[in-house]
């Protein structure tokens, strides 16, 4: 009886609402005696629009896993890092706990895994304890005002399950309507399908979103369609998927009122002075120098160059460098298209780095023919990092035997952000206003892309992916460097599709090369079902380089695609409520 009370107890935990500095207060007799300590809230403002807003304003927050390094929406460990964009990079010994996860040796009992899986209960909980809340609603809320806030935080729970479904596959699912209670707790265990809860929560969400929201960083009603769309891919409902999007793509508009495009300049699409612009269809809204670093763009904050001192950004920590691998992808042929033979890792293919060289050792830049994409999100030696100063290689790379020449800069601030868009509040200065994009137009198009090969529309797919490309060939856009582009820039766009496999290789290529650390690319690996073929050839080309990161590290299929259920909630709640993951 004492385990069974504990696993109730535990559960319960997932359950509660949730409310930061909130605690409910309910008197049976003698009301007129009793005042609420100072920073409690009695059940009446709980219940008001007021409080009700402040619960769903508190399932929003969530989307960065506040407290978590690796608990938020960017998923730079689960999705870029597991997907050979990035290596973990810094030292072995710092963090050390990401180690196992990079090599695909993931145990149980992993911190990171547990604080992943509890942040986004976390979000879960809060967008139920927002429902639960509507239920008790005073006489403020209007009708408009209640079916709006549900479908919002139906809207953010699904995209908590959807976050849990991908790393964890079943997961229990607990929804406003659980009460848990002695001899109920099967009734969340992990053994039902989850992507149809989410789609529901995404369709209704779909169906009851306004299109113009208050506040731009609010869901509306296409960044429900999007979301539903993209629930469809995971589930192969390419149809339906292909409606939603091409929906999206030709009438969406954002919050407040933007027709969805594509930003003219790739790299405006990542800058905090352009926030919430034409191509953000949903995004963790970031903010500096609010008080607390906790509104900024926490998640990133380790992954900025180290040792830079005042002439380069963040100081610290060189987490999430890219892999070697990641810059080779974006060499381009004679007729400026991707190596889609895979060449692009042969021997001269590959981008020339200064792998072991120190700052002042001599070195040649690459010479070869580049996607212009490369240069705004991978930082290299001899290129203008921003605009602080060309980067000047080992000298901002804490370890390069363990992480390789390179650091990243999709995600960095300029020189001109300075505690404007940066915040320097924190024990570093890596915190930023940046929004990190959940999903984002150029994501949608390449998706669609992928309905339409399905669909066997190859020609209609070949406008989709070079609606991509002509925005990284516009060379208003590329980075320059003494008034000529910085490198030999050579882009161009397909003519031809001319199979289905053809057109299949071309769109995996394209978007490999757009959403590169965005944390997408694992989770594109494992839905098209190929994760243990292209990371099993990705660590033996890597680790030539990176042996001590990555030497006997392997892919196991049928296993690494999901990460293990964290064995401290199994032991608590026992194997009869919950399942590990094959192989764990």
């Known amino acids: ?20 500095m909130v605690f409910l207060v309910v008197s049976c007799k003698d009301d007129f005696l009793e005042i609420l300590p100072t920073g409690q809230l009695g059940e009446s403002q709980l219940s008001s629009k007021a409080g009700i807003e402040g619960s769903l304003i508190a399932a929003y927050s969530q989307l960065t896993g506040r407290g978590s390094w690796h608990g938020g929406s960017s998923n730079w460990l689960w999705g870029s890092i597991r997907g050979g964009d990035t290596n973990k990079g810094t030292d072995p010994g710092d963090f050390s706990s990401m180690n196992p996860i990079q090599r695909y040796e993931t145990l149980p009992t992993s911190g ?15 967008a139920n304890a927002t429902l639960q809340l509507l239920a008790q609603a005073g006489p403020d809320v209007s009708a408009a005002d209640a079916k709006r806030i549900t479908a919002e935080a139906r809207f953010l729970r699904g995209h908590y399950y959807f976050q849990l479904a991908r790393n964890f596959g079943k997961v229990p699912y607990l929804d406003e309507t659980v009460s848990l209670s002695e001899g109920t707790l099967e009734i969340v265990k992990n053994d039902q399908d989850l992507w149809p809860l989410i789609e529901a929560d995404f369709q209704a969400a779909y169906d009851n979103l306004p299109v113009s929201q208050s506040d731009v960083g609010r869901a509306n009603k296409w960044a429900a369609a999007a979301y539903l769309g993209k629930t469809k891919m995971y589930r192969k409902d390419f149809t339906g998927a292909l409606a939603l999007f091409t ?59 180290y040792n830079t001192g005042p002439d380069g950004p963040g ?34 293919n590959e981008v020339k780095t200064d792998l072991g060289l120190l700052s002042d050792d001599a070195f040649t830049p690459d010479a070869g023919n580049l996607d212009p994409r490369i240069d705004h999100i991978i930082g290299r030696r001899g290129i203008p990092f921003l605009d602080w100063m060309d980067h000047p290689g080992a000298a901002w790379i804490r370890n390069q035997q363990n992480a390789g020449p390179y650091t990243p800069k999709k995600f960095n601030y300029y020189k001109s952000d300075n505690e404007v868009y940066q915040d320097n509040s924190g024990w570093t200065p890596g915190y930023t ?17 992928e309905c339409e090969i399905e669909a066997g529309s190859l020609t209609k797919a070949m406008d989709y992916v070079n609606m991509i490309r002509e925005r990284a060939a516009n060379p208003e856009s590329w980075v320059m460097k003494d008034g000529a582009p910085a490198a030999n820039y050579v882009i161009d766009l397909y003519t031809s599709f001319p199979d289905k496999a ?83």
Request: net charge negative.
């Open 315 to 348: 100081n610290c920590c060189g987490f999430n460098q890219p892999s070697m691998e990641s810059a080779n992808v974006y060499r381009t042929n004679g007729s400026g298209l991707p190596l889609l033979d895979g060449s692009y890792n042969s021997a001269g």
């Open 247 to 305: 929906d999206v793509i030709n009438n969406g508009v954002t919050p407040d009122g933007q027709k969805y495009a594509l930003v003219p300049k790739f790299a405006d699409i990542f800058k905090a002075a352009n926030d919430n612009h034409s191509e953000s269809i949903f995004a963790v809204q970031s903010a500096a120098n609010t008080g607390t670093t906790a509104n900024a763009f926490p998640e990133n904050a380790m992954n900025m160059p």
């Open 112 to 126: 990171e895994i547990n604080a992943s899986y509890n942040e986004m209960y976390e979000g879960v909980s809060r």
């Open 1 to 20: 009886m004492k385990m069974k009370n504990n696993k109730y107890r535990t559960l319960r935990k997932i359950a509660l609402i949730v409310l930061p």
């Open 433 to 449: 206003a940046i929004n990190f994009p959940i999903i984002r137009l150029g994501d949608i198009i390449l998706m669609a892309a």
């Open 502 to 584: 053809f057109a299949t290789n071309a769109l995996r290529m394209e978007r490999r090369l757009e959403m590169a650390q965005e944390g997408s690319r694992f989770y594109d690996l494992v839905r098209w079902g190929i994760a243990a073929d292209e990371l099993n050839a990705y660590i033996a080309y890597e680790v030539k380089y990176l042996p001590n990161a990555l030497g006997g590290a392997v892919f196991t299929a049928g296993q690494d695609e999901l990460l293990p259920i964290p064995q401290g909630q199994i032991d608590i709640l026992g194997t009869d409520i919950l399942t590990q993951n094959p192989g764990y």
